[in-house]
Structure formats: C-alpha cells, structure tokens
C-alpha cells in the first residue's frame, strides 16, 4: 500500500488559517488522497478527498500538487474545535470494491486561543 | 439521519474471555468495515464485510471474527481475549463498495484485565 508522510505535529492560532502537509511520493494512478481527522475521545470523520485538481468544501480546501506526489490540507480560518488529529491516507478505489483505509500516524493539531 | 452507533461503549473483560461488540450503520448503508486503534499501533484496518460477506481482511489473527446480518448490522467478535487486546474499537459504514466516504460511530474501549 502506497504510504503518506505527515509531520507528528503542528500549532495554530485561532482564525488563522493552517496549512497541513502530506507527502506521497509513490502514489499510483489510481489512489485517491483522502483526510479524516479524529478529535479527542471521537471516531475519525471524514474531512475532504481528491484525486488530481484541487477540491473545496465547507469544511476545508485540499490542494494537490501537479505530480500528485504531495498535498496541502488548508483549514481556512482555524477554530479550537478543530484541534484534532489529522490523517492524510491514500486509498484505491478499484473494480467497485471498497479500498481499506491505511491510516498512519497523522499530524496533531494544537490550535492556540 | 442517525449516524452510526456502537454497543457497547465501554467493556471491561479478563484474559481468556470472548467479547462481541455491534456496530448499526446508517440507514441505507451496505459496507461495514471494523478497525482497532491502539496508542501504539494507531489505527488498523480489521475487516469489512458488505452483502453479509466479508470481502477485505487486515493482519489480524483468527481469533477476530466478524459477521453482518442483512440489515447491514455488523458484530465483531474476539475470542480468547490478550491483554494486548484492549483497544478502541471503532466501526465505519459506507454507502457501497467504492464509496468515497466512510462514516465512523464512537467506538467501544474495550479492556482486557
């Protein structure tokens, strides 16, 4: 399975907005980048996937390099309820079956009032 | 709609007992998929089952078992419990195979004494 590198962790202010980075280098053609974040005592929660053009949704934006080799989750104004746990995880989608999700250390927010 | 649910939350076992967790997904939601999260492992990928098969399997030993009944309700089963076995067990539900999305419930903390 193709892995991610994440840094283990990252400090923010409040209303500031955050820059998250992934790296993965050996993705393949066929792997989606997809984030969860897991806030304390909570199960992950999907936060925005892509495959090869930059996406936006309410919650965040996610910028993906041209050679797909690394992205860039942003959290456009960070709030305290956004300090979390953050996986960057690449996942195959193929012939209609179900990719797993490889989750690997992911990088801890702490977002500062 | 409600999101997934999980019983038990919390379980306090011995060694050498079995324990049974549930998982409900969403209404309408066909794949489950079970995952164990330890401080020093993270987050592993156990199982998913999807049409009451089960149709991805992680490392685990035998001793994990699982099922889905056809209302798409899933129950987890561990026998012989380790100590190494106290973990927070958490179940997702996706829509189908190949869904981009997985929604994960609370999880169980299940502790083996």
């Known amino acids: 399975d193709a892995k991610t590198t994440q840094p283990n962790s990252m400090e923010s202010n409040e209303e500031e907005p955050v820059h998250l980075p992934c790296n993965h280098s050996?993705?393949?053609?066929?792997?989606?980048i997809h984030w969860y974040r897991q806030l304390p005592s909570q199960g992950p929660e999907y936060v925005i996937h892509g495959l090869t053009s930059n996406v936006n949704n309410r919650m965040a934006s996610l910028a993906i390099a041209e050679d797909r080799k690394s992205s860039t989750l942003i959290l456009h104004r960070a709030t305290l309820r956004d300090a979390a746990v953050y996986y960057c995880i690449l996942m195959t989608i193929y012939g209609g079956s179900q990719g797993n999700l490889i989750f690997g250390k992911g990088t801890k927010l702490s977002v500062k009032p | 709609k409600a999101g997934v649910t999980q019983t038990p939350r919390y379980l306090i076992k011995t060694r050498g007992q079995q324990v049974t967790l549930s998982c409900s997904p969403i209404?309408?939601?066909?794949?489950v998929s079970w995952y164990q999260q330890t401080p020093g492992q993270g987050l592993q990928f156990l199982f998913e089952?999807?049409?009451?098969?089960?149709?991805n399997k992680g490392n685990f030993p035998g001793r994990f078992s699982g099922r889905q009944f056809s209302n798409s309700r899933s129950e987890m089963n561990v026998s012989t419990l380790e100590l190494g076995d106290s973990a927070l067990y958490l179940c997702?539900?996706?829509?189908?195979?190949?869904?981009?999305?997985?929604?994960f419930g609370p999880g169980t903390r299940l502790t083996v004494l």
């Open positions: 209404s309408g939601h066909r794949s």
């Open positions: 089952y999807f049409s009451e098969t089960q149709r």
């Open positions: 050996t993705i393949s053609g066929t792997d989606y």
């Open positions: 997702a539900s996706s829509m189908d195979r190949g869904s981009d999305t997985q929604y």
